[in-house]
């Protein structure tokens, strides 16, 4: 194990397994190009170490070059590419070959291909190190691929948090064991995504709500999203397993948090046993289930005075804020019995003031 900054990587790939697959992609391309000099053009700085090494196994006569590109600060994507430093000039009419070190979600990948699309060479393919196929969007293809890695974040062998790691010899992986997941109960009007607000802050913890991500789904024409949409347009129910594709989803393309609070799902004892069973397959674990609780009338006169100025017809009638509270009732008492039996139901009072709210559920965490 190693720390660099505030996290801790544990070993995932030992050298000898690296210069393989770079040997790998080498001799593919040396294959396909031995009869005329590729332009070898590296992504830096990530991908420095990997274009010596694979220099260093190619047979054939060559050129080198390399082109800089900036998504990532810290574990996370900005979602923003930058070019920092651009294509080389004089590769007209000549085959280009991009050597990436890792291919993920495809937005380098996207710049990479409009700077070279705008040239006039030959041809260019993608050869990239570590293949992330699990969340690559699939828009372009990757002509040579060294090995195809599970979404997890890793350092060294140029990779880097934070710019520590880089000239490490052997690839790790963030040590995912003081991951923190949590499933976040509570009636309407209790606090629950006020709470989950802070605690995402507080513990670097990503917050699904299933809500959310129905309606993002949805709003972007996902496949997902055109599913739910075609069962809720019947008046069906959406299967769980729709659900859980999602939520899945949610947790693939966020490998940087230290953990999950899921807010509106699990609803029933199938959906909790679903949702164990698919954490369990990325090897995590609910570590566990926070109610919040409060007394009816005071959640009743807080949602009627939200009531007044949220719109919601649901938050000005009272009858039919009980009948939430009843169902409420119905569906969690399962769910409670459900995490009792695993020793992970907690209940924190939820009235006071919102600090005091915070205080409490971190006492609940910081005890995991």
């Known amino acids: 194990m190693i720390k660099l900054h505030d996290k801790y990587f544990k070993p995932f790939l030992k050298e000898e397994q690296i210069l393989a697959a770079i040997e ?18 590296g992504v830096l700085n990530g991908a420095f170490m990997f274009v010596s090494d694979f220099l260093k196994a190619y047979p054939h006569p060559c050129q080198v070059s390399f082109v800089r590109l900036s998504s990532y600060q810290g574990l996370t994507s900005t979602g923003i590419v930058e070019t920092l430093l651009d294509i080389p000039e004089e590769m007209d009419g000549k085959s280009v070959i991009i050597l990436e070190d ?18 006039n060479v ?4 993608i050869a990239t190190l570590f293949y992330k196929s699990e969340i690559y969007n699939g828009e372009y293809t990757i002509d040579y691929i060294g090995m195809e890695i599970p979404n997890n974040f890793i350092v060294g062998y140029g ?13 790790y992986q963030l040590n995912q064991a ?3 997941n949590l499933v976040l109960f509570g009636k309407p009007g209790a606090g629950k995504g006020t709470q989950a607000g802070f605690l995402k802050e507080k513990y670097n913890l990503k ?5 959310d991500v129905f309606r993002y789904n949805i709003k972007n024409g996902t496949e997902l999203g055109k599913l739910a949409k075609s069962y809720i347009d019947k008046g069906d129910l959406v299967p769980d397993e ?15 948090a230290a953990g999950f609070i899921f807010d509106g799902f699990p609803r029933t004892t199938a959906q909790a046993e679903a949702l164990d069973n698919f954490l369990e397959s990325k090897d995590m674990g609910i570590n566990a289930t926070i109610a919040l609780e409060a007394d009816d009338d005071v959640l009743v006169a807080r949602l009627l005075e939200r009531g007044k100025s949220s719109g919601r017809s649901d938050d000005q009638d009272e009858n039919k804020i009980r009948n939430r509270f009843d169902e409420y009732n119905q569906k969690t008492a399962p769910l409670k019995a459900y995490y009792e039996k695993q020793g992970k139901f907690h209940a924190v009072n939820g009235i006071g003031e919102i600090d005091e709210i915070t205080e409490r559920l971190s006492k609940v965490i910081d005890c995991l």
């Open 24 to 41: 790998k992609i080498a001799g593919e391309i040396a294959k396909d190009y031995n009869e005329e000099v590729p332009i070898f053009v």
């Open 178 to 180: 003081d991951m923190i």
């Open 122 to 125: 030959k041809e260019f393919k």
């Open 207 to 211: 917050h699904i709500s299933t809500g």
């Open 102 to 119: 890792v291919v993920d979600t495809g937005r380098t990948l996207k710049q990479l291909v409009h700077l070279f699309s705008q040239t």
């Open 159 to 171: 990779l880097d948090y934070n710019e520590l790691g880089r000239n490490l010899r052997e690839v």
């Open 242 to 256: 729709v659900t859980i594709n999602m939520l899945k989803d949610e947790v693939e393309k966020n490998p940087e």
